[in-house]
C-alpha cells in the first residue's frame, strides 16, 4: 500500500572536511555489481552513427562533402542559422530543391479557432502557430541562361560547412554547365548574434575558363501564402498523423501592407490576419565586380526581386552582399517596422560585411570561453557536443525576453510553441553559463504572468496556471488531459527561478518583481491540493499530469508533488528574505499581490505535509496513486514498427499499463535528488528504466544523469550518446520539423549533472563525478555568482580553475572545498562511483507482488481480429 515516502534529510551522511590544494584519496572505489537478467551482456559502445565520408570530422564544424536530395528535410534542420529571434533553415540557397522553405521569427504567430468535437468549459479556444516569415534567402544564378539547380547540375566538387566560431554558414561547388562550362560558386549565410535584427548573404560566381553570361536573381518570397513557380509542398499522404507537427494554416495568413524598392533596397510588410501580428522584411543589395553589369526591380505584395545581369569574363569573380533584416511586433504599424529595418539596413552598410563577420567571431568566442564542454580525445563526440551547444545558442542567444520554442527558429515542429522543456532543459546551461539569456527567459514568463492569472481562474483556482503550451501566453494545447494538466509547469517555473537565482545571485531580480511568480504559483498549489487524513497530516494533489504524457489525470503524481513541495517553500523563504532585506519592495509585493496574513505559513505547513507516494511492498515510489495497479506493458515484444507508441495506440490503450514515454520519477530524483537514499534511487531507476520507451527526446538526458549516478556507467554512456545524436543522426526520425532544442540544452546537463556529478540543491554545490569508464576525461566552466570555474575531470584526479572572478565554493564528496584566483585546487578521486553491469531488466519486475498480493505480468495489446481474422488489415495507422 502507498505511503508517504521517508525522505532523507539533504544533509544526511555527509561527510565534513575541508580539501587542500592536493587532497588525498578519497574512500575506495566500490565493487562492480554484476545485474542477471535481460540486457547484462549489452555493454553500448560508440558506433559512429554518421557516414564520415559525406561528413567527416571536424571538432568545430559540422561538415558536408556530398548532397544528397533524400534527406534534404534533415539537412534543412542540421544547417540552420539563427539566433534565437529569427532563423533561416539550411535551404539551398538557390531555393529550388527543399523540403520545408522555412524562415522563422521567435514569436510571430497566427491564431485560430480550436474546434472540439465534444466542448466543455474552460478548454483551449485560441490554436496558435508559428508563421513562415517571406523567404529572403533566395540568390539564383543562370549561366548562358541556364539555371543551376543543384538536385540536376553536373556537380564536380561540393562541400558545405556551418563554422560553430564564426557563426557562417558557407558552401562551395564546382558546376559544369551543359556546355561544358565550368563555375565555381561560393555562398556564405550568417544571422548576426550581435545585431538579432540582421543577416548576411554573400553570392560569389566564377567562371575560370570562359567567359558567359551570368544572370542572378535574389529574391524575398511570401511562402507562408504561396510557393513560389519551383516549389513543390511536401504532401504528408495517408497515415501520416503526428501530434508533433505544426497545423496547416489553409486561409491566408500575411495580409500585405506595405512595399518598396528604392534602388537596391526592397522592404515589403504584412499584417497577421487574426493575431494581429505585425512584419516588415528588408534587403539591401551591393555588387562588386569587374564585369559589365546592368540591374533591374520588381517589386508586388509577395514577391521582391532584383536581379543583375553581368558579362562574366574569365576568371573575374562576380560577389553580391544582400543584407536582410526582419523586424516584428504585436500591433506595431508595418510602416514604424520598415522605418526600423531601414535603420538596421543602413548600420550595417555602415560597417561592412567585414566588421559584421568580426563582431560575429568575438561574440561566438566569449560565448565558447563560459560554454564550451571539452570530450578529450573523443573528436566525433566533440563535434556532436559543439553542434548541440552552437544550436542552443541559436535557439535562446537573442531571444531577449521572447521565449525558447521546442524547435528554436529551426522549423514549424510543435508550431512554434514554448514548453516546459525551457525551464527544466535549456534554463540550467543557461543560468550556469549565460545568465542574461536565463533572465530574459525568465522576464518571458513574468510577462505572461497575467494570462496565467486568467487560465487559473478558468480552472477555478487560485494564483496562476502557466500554459502547458503556448506562444501568446494563452494555453493552446487542445488535449487537456497531456496538455493543461500538467500543473507541473508552475513547479517547474519557480525551480527554474529558483535555480537561477542561487547560480548568479541576482535577488535583484526577484525584489524588482520575478517574486510574483513564485507568489501566484505558490497559492495554485496551496487552492489546488488538499488535507487528509487527522487534521493536517498529509498534503494531497490530485487530477493532474506529470512529465509522463503516456499516463494522465492521476491522484498524487509523485513528480508534481515533489516538485509543488519546492514550489510552496521556495515562495515561502522568497517572501521571509524580501521582508528581512528589502523592506520597500516587500510592502510594494504585498500591496500588489493583496498577500495576506498567515499565506506564508500556510506554504511552508502544505510543503512539510506534502505526501509522497512510496510502496513498501515492492520499494519504489509509484509514479501515481494508481500507477502499480496496472499491469507491464512488454515493450521487448512490441514492434519497432509500432513506436512511438503515441502514433499507434489510441491514448486510452496506452493509459491502461504501466508504461513512459519519459523520464517521471526519475526526472524527480535528479531535481531535488537531496530528498531521496542512495538506496531508493537505485530501487527507483531500476523499475521505472525499463518501463520507459524513449519515445520523448526528453527523456534520454535524465536516464543518463541517473544511470550515472546509480552506478550504471555503460547504461549512461547509451543515452548520452542517444541525446547527443538525436539530430544528426535523426534518430527520432522528425529532425526535418526542427531542432530538438531541450535535448541540445540537455547534453550539457548530461555531461556537468551526470559525468560531472555536479549538484546544486538548495544553492549548495557540490560534485561526485562519474567520467566513463576508458574516457580521458572532459573539461567545462560553470559560472557561480560572477565567477567563472573550469572544471578539469579525469579519472583520477579533478582540478578546479578560476579563469575570471574571486572565488566559488562547494564540496566533492563531502569535502568542502574553495577555490581561488590564485590557485587551483585538485582533488584525488580513488574512483568514478559503484558499477553495475548491464542495464535493469522488465524480467526482473515482472512476478513482483502488490501489497495486496496480486501478481504484476506483462503483455502488450493486440485485437483478437488482428490475431484470428485473416481478412483484418489493421496497418493503416
Not at 538548495?762 to 572532459?778: K, Q, S, V
Request: charged residues 25%; hydrophobic residues 40%; contains cysteine.
Amino acid at each position: 500500500m502507498s505511503q508517504s515516502s521517508p525522505l532523507r534529510s539533504p544533509v544526511e551522511d555527509e561527510p565534513n572536511g575541508t580539501a587542500s590544494a592536493t587532497d588525498a584519496p578519497d574512500t575506495e572505489a566500490p565493487d562492480v555489481i554484476r545485474l542477471t537478467g535481460e540486457g547484462s551482456s549489452n555493454a553500448p559502445g560508440f558506433d559512429d552513427p554518421l557516414d564520415r565520408h559525406r561528413y567527416p570530422v571536424d571538432e568545430w564544424a559540422l561538415v558536408e562533402q556530398e548532397f544528397e536530395q533524400g534527406d534534404l528535410g534533415r539537412t534543412e534542420t542540421l544547417f540552420a542559422v539563427g539566433n534565437g529571434y529569427f532563423g533561416l533553415r539550411g535551404n539551398v540557397v538557390e531555393g529550388r530543391d527543399g523540403h520545408v522553405h522555412g524562415t522563422f521569427i521567435n514569436g510571430l504567430h497566427e491564431t485560430w479557432p480550436i474546434r472540439h468535437a465534444e466542448e466543455a468549459f474552460g478548454f483551449a479556444r485560441v490554436g496558435q502557430t508559428i508563421v513562415n516569415a517571406p523567404d529572403a534567402k533566395i540568390v539564383r544564378v543562370y549561366v548562358d541562361d541556364e539555371p543551376f539547380i543543384l538536385s540536376e547540375a553536373d556537380i564536380a566538387g561540393y562541400e558545405r560547412k556551418l563554422d560553430f566560431r564564426t557563426g557562417v554558414l558557407s558552401r562551395q561547388l564546382e558546376w559544369i554547365t551543359p556546355s561544358g562550362k565550368r563555375v565555381i560558386i561560393d555562398a556564405t549565410r550568417m544571422v548576426s548574434f550581435e545585431d538579432r535584427h540582421l543577416a548576411v548573404i554573400e553570392y560569389t560566381v566564377t567562371l575560370p575558363d570562359h567567359d558567359a553570361s551570368v544572370v542572378i536573381s535574389s529574391q524575398i518570397i511570401n511562402r507562408q501564402d504561396g510557393i513560389d513557380e519551383y516549389d513543390v509542398a511536401p504532401s504528408s499522404g495517408p497515415g501520416a498523423f503526428d501530434p508533433r507537427k505544426a497545423e496547416e494554416l489553409t486561409e491566408r495568413v500575411l495580409q500585405p501592407r506595405l512595399k518598396r524598392a528604392e534602388g537596391g533596397r526592397y522592404m515589403l510588410g504584412y499584417r497577421c490576419t487574426h493575431s494581429g501580428m505585425s512584419l516588415a522584411v528588408g534587403a539591401e543589395h551591393s555588387m562588386e565586380t569587374e564585369n559589365q553589369w546592368e540591374e533591374s526591380s520588381q517589386i508586388d505584395d509577395d514577391l521582391a526581386k532584383h536581379v543583375y545581369r553581368v558579362k562574366a569574363k574569365r576568371g573575374k569573380p562576380i560577389r553580391v552582399v544582400k543584407t536582410v533584416t526582419y523586424h516584428s511586433s504585436r500591433g506595431i504599424p508595418t510602416r514604424e517596422l520598415a522605418d526600423r529595418c531601414d535603420r538596421t539596413l543602413d548600420r550595417a552598410r555602415a560597417d561592412g560585411v567585414v566588421v559584421l563577420k568580426e563582431r560575429q567571431s568575438e561574440w561566438l568566442d566569449a560565448y565558447w570561453d563560459r560554454t564550451d564542454v571539452v570530450i578529450h580525445g573523443q573528436p566525433e563526440l566533440q563535434q556532436a557536443m559543439r553542434w548541440n551547444l552552437f544550436q542552443l545558442a541559436q535557439a535562446s542567444a537573442r531571444a531577449d525576453g521572447k521565449g525558447v520554442a521546442a524547435k528554436g527558429v529551426t522549423g514549424t515542429g510543435y508550431g512554434g510553441h514554448y514548453f516546459w522543456d525551457t525551464e527544466i532543459y535549456v534554463l540550467p546551461v543557461l543560468s550556469y553559463t549565460s545568465p542574461i539569456a536565463a533572465r530574459n527567459a525568465l522576464r518571458f514568463r513574468q510577462s505572461i504572468l497575467g494570462e496565467a492569472r486568467t487560465r487559473a481562474a478558468e480552472l477555478n483556482q487560485d494564483g496562476a496556471l502557466f500554459p502547458w503550451r503556448t506562444i501568446s501566453g494563452q494555453e493552446s494545447s487542445a488535449y487537456y488531459a497531456a496538455g493543461t494538466a500538467q500543473y507541473h509547469i508552475d513547479a517547474d517555473i519557480s525551480y527554474a527561478l529558483s535555480q537561477y537565482v542561487l547560480a548568479t545571485g541576482d535577488r535583484d531580480f526577484v525584489a524588482r518583481g520575478a517574486i510574483d511568480i513564485l507568489v501566484e504559483t505558490a497559492r495554485m498549489w496551496a487552492d489546488l491540493g488538499f488535507w487528509r487524513a487527522n487534521g493536517k497530516s498529509a498534503f494531497h494533489i490530485h487530477g493532474v499530469t506529470g512529465p509522463d504524457e503516456y499516463t494522465t489525470v492521476v491522484n498524487d503524481n509523485m513528480y508534481t508533488n515533489v516538485m509543488a513541495r519546492s514550489n510552496l517553500g521556495a515562495a515561502a523563504h522568497a517572501v521571509l528574505n524580501l521582508q528581512s532585506t528589502n523592506e520597500w519592495a516587500y510592502e510594494r509585493m504585498v500591496s500588489r499581490l493583496g498577500l495576506k496574513d498567515g499565506e506564508v505559513q500556510e506554504w511552508l505547513d502544505a510543503a512539510e505535509k506534502m505526501f509522497i507516494p512510496y510502496d513498501e511492498a515492492l520499494g519504489v515510489h509509484p509514479q501515481d496513486a494508481a500507477f502499480l495497479e496496472k499491469e507491464l506493458w512488454d515493450l521487448s515484444k512490441t514492434p519497432e514498427d509500432q513506436r512511438p507508441l503515441l502514433l499507434h495506440y489510441h491514448p486510452l490503450v496506452i493509459y491502461r499499463f504501466q508504461v513512459l514515454k519519459q523520464a517521471d520519477v526519475v526526472l524527480a530524483l535528479f531535481l531535488h535528488g537531496d530528498l531521496f537514499t542512495p538506496e531508493q534511487k537505485l530501487a527507483d531507476f531500476d523499475y521505472y528504466d525499463p518501463l520507459t520507451t524513449g519515445d520523448s527526446s526528453l527523456s534520454a538526458v535524465v536516464q543518463s544523469i541517473i544511470a550515472a549516478e546509480v552506478g550504471y556507467q555503460e547504461l549512461a554512456l547509451k543515452y548520452f550518446l542517444a541525446g547527443l545524436f538525436v539530430d544528426l543522426a535523426d534518430l527520432h526520425h522528425n529532425t526535418a520539423d526542427g531542432v530538438h532544442v531541450a535535448s541540445t540544452g540537455g547534453m550539457w546537463s548530461a555531461v556537468v549533472f551526470g559525468f560531472g556529478g555536479m549538484r546544486d540543491h538548495n544553492g549548495d554545490l557540490t560534485f561526485d563525478p562519474r567520467l566513463p569508464e576508458g574516457w580521458d576525461g572532459i573539461s567545462f566552466k560553470l559560472t557561480v555568482s560572477g565567477s567563472r570555474m573550469r572544471v578539469d575531470l579525469e579519472q583520477d584526479i579533478v582540478t578546479f580553475t578560476i579563469e575570471t572572478g574571486s572565488s566559488v565554493s562547494f564540496s566533492v564528496r563531502g569535502r568542502a572545498v574553495t577555490v581561488t584566483a590564485d590557485e587551483p585546487v585538485t582533488i584525488a578521486l580513488a574512483h568514478q562511483g559503484s558499477r553495475r553491469v548491464g542495464a535493469p531488466s522488465q524480467k526482473n519486475i515482472e512476478g513482483g507482488r502488490r501489497a495486496d498480493g496480486s501478481v504484476i505480468t506483462a503483455t502488450v495489446p493486440t485485437s483478437w481480429r488482428s490475431d484470428e481474422d485473416p481478412g483484418y488489415n489493421d496497418t493503416a495507422d
